[in-house]
């Protein structure tokens, strides 16, 4: 069996070092190889050179800087993934920590599901524990009777597998099958929000999303700070990073909503851009409030 890893890097030497090192002590079941690449989006960091160092096998495939996250992957899977034989292709972000059995049990949660039946069209997702011991990412179910698209973090399963509605690509799985099936990450999507897509064009194919049993690793959620839910900037500038490349781009957004958010889809869609001054209202009241709560 032959897996191909895959993740996309840009000024985070020190992690994506520590991902690597990680996938290069993983416990490999008998029979299994690993080959690794990752696309090095303009770093100036000196990431490609420390990589070129430590582990010379992986391949490196370099962007120009404005790939972001679901651009590179695409990149790197177009440039030079999609050209390989493979069983399963695992993408993982290059922040994670993962423990030495992350592979294995993600394969033996592959083996269990397709034991029991399941689709050969079906990725596997690890779950992720922050600092303080809480989910951070892995599977996730529909939080909304209401809302199509709203979703909170699954509890992963003690033993065995659980379905999810859609995933995170912290860690994630991909069965040839799964590719074969539905292809890579969909164009229309620049950085977020590929990864939730790719879970649900798989299952409107007749694919599934598996949640392996337990957590595969160690990965905190993403800061506040330089998003537009960060304390004490203006209305302006929480409307400019909404709109950012990073969060809600219009075009981006109205696709994805189009394609998934049911008959109601404009509502639902426009919904953060008018939510975003009451928003903006009350985390101003909250923080004028703990001003005066410290006088």
């Known amino acids: 069996m032959r897996i191909e890893t895959l993740a996309t890097c840009h000024n985070r030497r020190e992690k994506t070092l520590q991902a690597l090192a990680d996938l290069h002590a993983q416990e490999l079941p008998e029979g ?9 989006d303009g770093s100036t960091d000196g990431t490609s050179e420390a990589v070129r160092e430590a582990f010379p096998e992986v391949e490196i495939i370099h962007g ?15 440039e030079s993934v999609n050209g390989k034989s493979f069983d399963y292709l695992l993408v993982y972000n290059d922040d ?14 592959s083996n269990t599901y397709l034991g029991d039946g399941g689709s050969g069209a079906h990725v596997v997702v690890g779950s992720f524990m922050d600092n303080k011991g809480d989910i951070s990412y892995g599977g996730v179910i529909r939080s909304s009777r209401l809302h199509p698209l709203r979703f909170k973090q699954a509890k992963p399963p003690a033993e065995r597998y659980a379905l999810a509605d859609t995933t995170n690509m912290n860690a994630c799985l991909i069965s040839k099958e799964a590719l074969d099936c539905v292809g890579f990450l969909s164009e229309y999507f620049i950085h977020t929000g590929a990864d939730y897509d790719y879970g649900l064009k798989l299952r409107a194919h007749g694919g599934s999303v598996v949640m392996a049993p337990g957590c595969i690793g160690v990965c905190n959620r993403n800061e506040v700070e330089a998003s537009s839910s960060e304390q004490g900037i203006s209305i302006g500038e929480r409307y400019r990073r909404l709109l950012g490349v990073k969060e809600q781009p219009l075009a981006q957004r109205k696709e994805y909503f189009k394609r998934y958010g049911g008959r109601l889809w404009p509502v639902f869609f426009l919904l953060p851009y008018f939510s975003l001054p009451f928003k903006h209202y009350m985390w101003r009241r909250k923080s004028v409030q703990k001003t005066t709560d410290s006088i």
């Open 32 to 40: 299994v190889t690993i080959g690794h690449t990752i696309v090095e």
């Open 64 to 78: 120009d800087g404005g790939l972001f996250w679901a651009g590179g992957m695409r990149y790197g899977w177009n």
């Open 96 to 109: 994670v920590k993962l423990n030495f059995d992350t592979i294995a049990r993600l394969l033996k949660a």
